[in-house]
């Protein structure tokens, strides 16, 4: 079983940055793609980024691209989530997800969620 936690979500000015990081326990997730998901207040959760196991593949939502950026660090068990130019339409509870062992990209379901982190962007 993985156990995903996030943090480094908070307040922030429109146009300023934050990063979310989120860290795997319960077993290594080196061969585990990961992922973040955000749910805005009521709107769907909807897909925000992922990466693969072995960082070749990534995909970003359109809404973030050139804006976010995912990134991971097998050693540490951790992937983090650096989201620049912070707009209002940002604000959301962000949640990290993993996949299963070694699953085929792209992602179609993830195995794991985390409880989330809220982000809010002040305009």
């Known amino acids: 079983q993985v156990r995903l936690v996030e943090s480094g979500g908070g307040l922030v000015q429109a146009g300023g940055s934050l990063r979310l990081s989120c860290a795997a326990s319960?077993?290594?997730?080196?061969?585990?793609?990961m992922g973040w998901f955000r749910q805005a207040p009521g709107k769907e959760r909807e897909f925000v980024a992922a990466?693969?196991?072995?960082?070749?593949?990534?995909d970003y939502a359109d809404s973030v691209k050139g804006r976010f950026t995912i990134s991971r660090d097998n050693a540490k068990n951790t992937v983090y989530l650096q989201m620049n130019n912070l707009k209002s339409a940002d604000t959301a509870v962000y949640y990290c997800?993993?996949?299963?062992?070694?699953?085929?990209?792209?992602?179609?379901?993830?195995?794991?969620w985390g409880q989330g982190t809220q982000v809010t962007v002040s305009s």
């Open positions: 990466r693969s196991w072995s960082g070749v593949n990534t």
């Open positions: 319960g077993r290594t997730v080196s061969r585990n793609a």
């Open positions: 997800v993993a996949s299963t062992y070694a699953a085929a990209w792209p992602i179609r379901t993830w195995a794991y």
